[in-house]
């Protein structure tokens, strides 16, 4: 069974940083691709980046190229998602998600709840 815990969202005010931690487990966290996704009240998902196995090739959402960063930790089975100068538009939840999840594809990833997790919320306020 596929397990993804996210961790690490809060309040924050805007221009400020905030690093989400997502732990997999129950496949092969090595040989799998990581998506990080959000979903703001009312809308649908949005995809926000995603990564390689390996961590070696990266792709961002035009909004939050630049200010984002995804990495992965294969020993620690765990992805992260640095966002720095957050600003108001990026309040979701925000989900990790097995998988090279794109623009094109994420309304797909809706139908298949097992391969997200539970989500952490980031509220971007002043």
């Known amino acids: 069974e596929i397990q993804l815990v996210e961790s690490g969202g809060g309040l924050v005010q805007p221009g400020g940083s905030l690093r989400l931690s997502c732990t997999a487990s129950?496949?092969?966290?090595?040989?799998?691709?990581m998506s990080w996704v959000r979903q703001a009240p009312g809308k649908e998902l949005e995809w926000v980046a995603n990564?390689?196995?390996?961590?070696?090739?990266?792709s961002y959402a035009d909004s939050v190229r630049g200010r984002f960063t995804i990495s992965k930790h294969n020993a620690k089975d765990t992805v992260y998602l640095q966002m720095n100068n957050l600003q108001t538009e990026d309040t979701a939840m925000y989900y990790c998600?097995?998988?090279?999840?794109?623009?094109?594809?994420?309304?797909?990833?809706?139908?298949?709840?097992?391969?997200w997790g539970q989500g952490t919320q980031v509220t971007v306020s002043s």
């Open positions: 998600a097995k998988g090279a999840w794109t623009i094109g594809t994420v309304q797909g990833l809706s139908a298949q709840r097992a391969l």
């Open positions: 129950g496949f092969s966290f090595r040989t799998s691709a």
């Open positions: 990564i390689s196995p390996g961590g070696g090739a990266v």
